[in-house]
């Protein structure tokens, strides 16, 4: 069965340093998608992505962050200049026209 | 106002119990998921409905959009069934979910 995955599976970073959390989505699937989970929190919306460019992103999606589809396989969250704050457990997912999302395993990222 | 509500918060049941986990939500959604989070983090799909009600072997899940309700029930509960559940609706515009807090589910043999 087709799966969404996602490498690392887990990251850990100092604070300041670049992150690049990479995703491999499902193949004929055209929205994407990352949300992350901080620790004992629920999961947030950060951005989707359609048709080669961002379709939504929330307010934690800053100018710090920003997404990528570099070769049609993959999809990448990048974090410039990390802070403490950004560790939490990030999920990507993917989906077909209709809205069902796949959930990759999810890469856990720590900023010390 | 948190935009989408679920409740119980934590739930403890015995083996074989029926359960049910409600969920209400303020959004204009397309579809809502109720998503399986098992310890380690794992998300999984359990259902996508956006009218009536879908069975999956002991899972049951409906909808009452105009409501702005959906449950989650769970027949002959098992240990292997302990897991969070999250009841997700999906915006009408991009598909971004927008979750719930989860009800952490215990089943005890």
């Known amino acids: 069965e087709p799966e969404v995955t996602q490498t690392p599976s887990h990251q850990v970073t100092q604070m300041g340093q670049e992150v690049i959390l990479r995703c491999v989505p499902i193949s004929n699937h055209l929205y994407f998608y990352w949300y992350r989970q901080i620790l004992g929190q629920k999961v947030e919306f950060l951005v989707s992505?359609?048709?080669?460019?961002?379709?939504?992103k929330s307010e934690i999606f800053d100018d710090q962050f920003s997404v990528e589809r570099p070769d049609g396989s993959n999809f990448t969250l990048k974090i410039r200049s990390t802070k403490l704050e950004d560790s939490a457990m990030y999920f990507c997912?993917?989906?077909?026209?209709?809205?069902?999302?796949?959930f990759g395993p999810g890469t856990r990222l720590t900023v010390t | 106002k948190n935009e989408v509500e679920q409740s119980p918060q934590n739930l403890t049941a015995q083996e074989g119990e029926f359960i049910t986990i409600n969920c209400s939500y303020s959004v204009g959604i397309s579809a809502l998921h109720w998503l399986q989070q098992h310890p380690g983090g794992g998300i999984v799909s359990l259902f996508m409905l956006s009218s009536g009600k879908k069975k999956h072997g002991r899972l049951i899940a409906t909808i009452n959009i105009q409501e702005k309700h959906s449950s989650l029930h769970i027949t002959a509960s098992h240990p292997r069934d302990s897991a969070v559940y999250i009841c997700a609706p999906g915006s009408s515009n991009t598909g971004k979910l927008i979750f719930g807090q989860g009800t952490t589910l215990q089943v005890k043999p």
């Open positions: 997912a993917s989906s077909a026209e209709g809205y069902e999302q796949y």
């Open positions: 992505f359609y048709n080669n460019e961002i379709s939504e």
